[in-house]
């Protein structure tokens, strides 16, 4: 793709490239082509910086949910409790 195209690029392109900025690093005419583009054009704008914001609070949450599961691990005796007293009942079931 020639320079002038990836600096004056479509809102199709722009899109393209902010999906592709969340899964890896840019080069330098697409950074500057997406740059040059946001700065005329308020929707893709826009797009970008919700795109940014979803993106920290899709990542905060994930983390605060990694942490929150590290504090409610059942201890192993519990554990091994719960999963006999589980197959007890299917056996039950099933006879």
Not at 5 to 34: F, H, P, V, W
Not at 69 to 75: A, E, H, W
Request: aromatic share 8%; with cysteine.
């Amino acid at each position: 793709m020639a320079l002038k195209e990836k600096i004056l690029m479509s809102c199709e392109g722009a899109t393209a490239l902010i999906e592709k900025k969340r899964d890896q690093k840019l080069g330098l005419a697409e950074r500057i082509g997406l740059w040059v583009h946001l700065g005329y054009c308020s929707f893709c704008a826009l797009f970008f910086e919700q795109s940014r914001v979803l993106d920290e609070s899709a990542r905060s949450y994930s983390e605060k949910i990694s942490s929150e599961q590290k504090s409610y691990q059942l201890n192993p005796g519990l554990k091994a409790e719960l999963k006999k007293s589980f197959d007890l009942e299917l056996n039950k079931q099933r006879t």
